[in-house]
């Protein structure tokens, strides 16, 4: 692996205007801002004043919306300030293909798989946030981070803590992965009350503030499910040696269990700007301003099995990830056709795993990919499927 450490690091952030992107700009600024870091490129979406309004702050040489109807929006705002403008799938194409030698990859969903395969191509170190490229696109997402020979970082804060407590001169004496899950808001429900929640109350993480989609993931679990497949490839682990262990407090972000009994686990405030900061200053750590755990004042951990009757999505990336090949892509592909109708008020909260089981069964016999057009294949024939099994619902 190369490994680039020189400062000021030359930095890309994808997906900028978003939760773990605003974050990762604190970051930037915490660690030194202009001092520190080069700002190559900013991406977003929607919000261009924001988009615009870091792109000054940071001086970025380029700044990018994915949608190419806000394009003179956005330049008219950068009009002055010698920042180029793009707009676009190639906009974020050549934003990802600038030499930047470290990627924030935080786009939110599948979006985010080509310009994060870009970077991992040309062998920019991917900090990864954007965990769908590994539950879709799984190995040949890896293989396109060793044929470009940068690190690949976990920024979800379980693959962190992972990452943190895996001892690498030890691996064959690894045993077991534990992910640790919130429950998100309702893991005390029961199902005949998860069915009539509203988009209102799955979007209240009790412990941590974040993105519209994973913070519905986590009052599902789908985000839970994710992660499980992110781990597998991560860390090259058997599926049997991923656990997932309920803990309400969010305090332990996740922990490896070793052969002798032994289990090492990583600590901290939820707060995504720990994980960011270690993937941006690896193989270092730098000081950051977050809360620190204070344990007389937290007095108790708590811990539980999660029950997979309540939360399917579990289950289903077990069987997802005892399918292997394709089953990553579909998980993921359906998965988010089903948020968006659960979004659009289509379908019901439980309804969602509902669908996803369906589009699963029905592209079970799906291979493995050779290719990642058999990935893009895969998800929108998911996609298609899974906006099938939403109308015939909603006409039920
Ligand atoms: P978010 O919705 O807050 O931000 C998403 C970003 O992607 C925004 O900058 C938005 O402009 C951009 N975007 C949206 N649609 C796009 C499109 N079609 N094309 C290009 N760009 C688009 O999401 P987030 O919560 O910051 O999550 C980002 C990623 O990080 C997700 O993959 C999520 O699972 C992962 N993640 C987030 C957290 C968290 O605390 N928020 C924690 C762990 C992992
Ligand atoms: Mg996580």
Known sequence: MIMRTEVPRRLTVLGSTG????????VVRQLGGRDAFEIMALTGNGNIELLAEQARKF?????????????????????GSGIAVAAGVSGLDEAAGLDADWVMAAIVGTAGLAPTLRAARRGANIALANKECLVSAGELF??????????????????????QCLDKSQRHALERIILTASGGPFRAYTREQMAGVTLQAARSHPNWSMGLKIS????????????????KHLFGVRPDQIEVVVHPQSVIHSMVGYVDGSVIAQLGTPDMRTAIGYALSYPNRSALDVERLDFARLARLDFEAPDEARFPALRLARTALERGGLQGAV????????????VAERIGFLDMADVVEAV????????????IADVVQADAEARRRARDVVSRMAAA
């Open 216 to 231: 519905v993931g986590s009052a599902s679990m789908f985000n839970k499910a994710f992660e499980m497949i992110e781990a």
């Open 19 to 26: 939760s773990i992107g605003t974050n990762t700009l604190d």
């Open 142 to 163: 890896l293989d396109a981070v060793s044929s470009g020979g940068g690190l690949l970082i976990p920024v979800d804060s379980e693959h962190s803590a992972i990452f």
């Open 331 to 342: 998980l993921n592909g359906a998965e988010e056709a089903a948020f968006a109708a659960f």
């Open 360 to 371: 699963m069964d029905q592209l079970a016999g799906l291979g493995s990919a050779d290719e």
């Open 59 to 79: 001086g970025a040489r380029l700044a990018v919306t994915a949608d190419e109807n806000r394009y003179a929006a956005l330049k008219d705002a950068l009009s």
